[in-house]
């Protein structure tokens, strides 16, 4: 009461900052994140100026606006390898994970992305990628998981989930789900399977099966 | 050799042609089937007059730009129909459908949008659509096929397959065959699968429910 402005100040910063992360999620989802700044300061509604304060660098921004769900992500692939039936967890890693991506297509950008210098979200991407090919490797020895799944096919069916496109999220999401019901049971080990198409990626494969 | 002009003309006239549905096929691929026509004659090199003379209208312009893969799209769904093992048809349309659309992601987005007017696309797709329902009924018949499987699985995997990238159009055909792979073993009948979430256009789904 006896200080209404710095409140207010502080409050509008907070907007501010808020303004400018929806914006920016917004945005990176709809066209990358090679988004200019300028075009994201537009639609937040603030000078360019206010953003750089806030926001120094393009990698400061995409760090703090993907943070939620880059922590959301790490949880979900340490509840999965806690789990004592590693397919069980490999299932729940795969279900959790497409949900998250269908809800925010701007983080599979920036998950998939090599975005320079966004170090968060790199070390991020390491941690899940690595957790889930121990998961991935219990699970297989469990006989449950196909044994020639390669880490890769987790990438590809990441990126055939954003392709999924709906006119409301709800409905986005809801596809991404039975669509998760798919990868799993085309990831189940099974006697009827046939060969699979090679991956197109051979050189990561390789390295995943040198590193044990 | 009496009448070199004509001739000349008649061959500019053709390298436009080509020109304009080359840059319209690259720009529909990244920008969607809005790209503003201008932008198409730009990246053509050739005068926007030029564009409405030979394509007076965006539709007929999209019809002609895909009209060798709508051609493509229809003979797949009819030797996948003459095959005596609907299963194995089905695999072959599901795994030559997803490298089409590999091979040209401009051709699924004209497939997939109801773009107004693009009566030839429009048809295409009911074709491919009716064509594929009257495969899957037979193939769930022979007990090949998942029973729960919806005509709109098959689009839900025409969209995930869009969302496929790689930096060269042949590494993307090769994620994309691995990709129908999986999918094929997805969809295949098997004692071991759990339960799919619903499909997320459960309208659609009952329609065809309903339509035997």
């Given at each position: 009461?006896?200080?209404?402005?710095p409140?207010?100040?502080?409050?509008d910063?907070?907007?501010?900052?808020?303004?400018?992360?929806?914006?920016?999620r917004?945005l990176?989802?709809?066209?990358?994140?090679?988004?200019p700044m300028?075009e994201?300061?537009?639609r937040?509604?603030?000078?360019p100026?206010?953003?750089?304060?806030?926001?120094?660098?393009?990698?400061m921004?995409?760090t703090e606006?993907f943070?939620?769900?880059?922590?959301?992500?790490r949880a979900?692939?340490?509840?999965?390898?806690?789990?004592?039936?590693?397919?069980?967890?490999?299932?729940?890693?795969?279900?959790?994970?497409?949900?998250l991506?269908?809800?925010?297509?701007?983080?599979t950008?920036?998950?998939m992305?090599?975005?320079?210098?966004?170090t968060?979200?790199?070390a991020?991407?390491?941690?899940t990628?690595?957790?889930v090919?121990?998961?991935?490797?219990?699970a297989?020895e469990a006989?449950?998981?196909?044994?020639?799944?390669?880490?890769?096919?987790?990438?590809?069916?990441?990126?055939a989930?954003?392709?999924?496109h709906?006119?409301?999220?709800?409905?986005?999401?809801?596809a991404?789900?039975?669509?998760?019901g798919?990868?799993?049971q085309?990831f189940?080990?099974?006697?009827q399977h046939?060969?699979?198409p090679p991956t197109?990626?051979?050189a990561?494969?390789?390295?995943?099966?040198?590193g044990g």
């Amino acid at each position: 009461m006896t200080d209404p402005l710095p409140h207010t100040l502080r409050s509008d910063a907070m907007d501010n900052r808020e303004r400018i992360l929806d914006a920016a999620r917004a945005l990176f989802s709809t066209q990358g994140l090679n988004v200019p700044m300028r075009e994201i300061a537009r639609r937040a509604g603030v000078g360019p100026a206010t953003l750089y304060r806030r926001f120094p660098t393009k990698q400061m921004l995409v760090t703090e606006a993907f943070a939620d769900q880059m922590r959301a992500c790490r949880a979900i692939v340490d509840e999965g390898c806690v789990d004592p039936d590693p397919w069980r967890g490999l299932c729940l890693v795969i279900e959790k994970i497409c949900e998250l991506h269908a809800r925010d297509r701007g983080f599979t950008e920036a998950f998939m992305s090599a975005f320079p210098g966004v170090t968060d979200i790199a070390a991020g991407r390491e941690y899940t990628l690595k957790s889930v090919a121990g998961l991935a490797h219990r699970a297989k020895e469990a006989g449950r998981l196909r044994p020639d799944f390669v880490l890769d096919d987790l990438i590809l069916m990441l990126m055939a989930n954003k392709g999924i496109h709906a006119t409301t999220t709800t409905t986005r999401v809801m596809a991404s789900r039975r669509f998760a019901g798919f990868v799993i049971q085309a990831f189940q080990a099974s006697d009827q399977h046939s060969p699979l198409p090679p991956t197109a990626w051979p050189a990561s494969a390789e390295a995943e099966e040198g590193g044990g």
